[in-house]
């Protein structure tokens, strides 16, 4: 019965502390700025007047088609051409509607490759690599 009843105790220990190390792994990766938000990959910002990476968006299509920023990057969208069109990430991170004439800046604060196509036109696409860490404590 002793033996039982020790084997029972390890058990439960074993799993209490099975269910902290869970519970802080998720904590950590959480990240953010430090006041319990996570801070997220992409976020949209107002286009600052210099210090972007320029995309345009002329004659159905995103040119140049891949850039290379470091976190914490902005890339901006410019429409030069007569139709309206979105930059949409593949993952659902981003996703902007851009008028004839306007413009749209994002700025991403993860390093990784995110790609991005425009909803209406399906085959202009592009992509984002970022490299770094931010600084945000990634």
């Given at each position: 019965?002793?033996?039982?009843?020790?084997?029972?105790?390890?058990?439960?220990?074993?799993?209490?502390?099975?269910?902290?190390?869970?519970?802080?792994?998720?904590?950590?990766?959480?990240?953010?700025?430090?006041?319990?938000?996570?801070?997220?990959?992409?976020?949209?910002?107002?286009?600052?007047?210099?210090?972007?990476?320029?995309?345009?968006?002329?004659?159905?299509?995103?040119?140049?088609?891949?850039?290379?920023?470091?976190?914490?990057?902005?890339?901006?969208?410019?429409?030069?051409?007569?139709?309206?069109?979105?930059?949409?990430?593949?993952?659902?991170?981003?996703?902007?509607?851009?008028?004839?004439?306007?413009?749209?800046?994002?700025?991403?604060?993860?390093?990784?490759?995110?790609?991005?196509?425009?909803?209406?036109n399906p085959s202009m696409a592009g992509s984002v690599?970022?490299?770094?860490?931010?600084?945000?404590?990634?």
């Amino acid at each position: 019965m002793k033996g039982v009843r020790a084997m029972r105790e390890s058990i439960k220990v074993l799993l209490i502390t099975a269910g902290l190390l869970i519970i802080l792994a998720a904590l950590a990766s959480c990240g953010g700025g430090g006041d319990g938000t996570a801070t997220p990959a992409v976020q949209a910002v107002t286009c600052p007047a210099s210090g972007t990476t320029d995309v345009s968006i002329e004659a159905a299509a995103f040119s140049p088609t891949s850039v290379a920023i470091s976190a914490n990057g902005i890339v901006k969208w410019t429409n030069n051409d007569v139709s309206t069109h979105t930059v949409t990430g593949a993952t659902g991170l981003f996703d902007a509607q851009v008028n004839p004439g306007g413009s749209v800046c994002f700025q991403f604060t993860r390093a990784g490759t995110y790609s991005y196509s425009d909803t209406t036109n399906p085959s202009m696409a592009g992509s984002v690599t970022v490299t770094g860490v931010g600084g945000y404590g990634y």
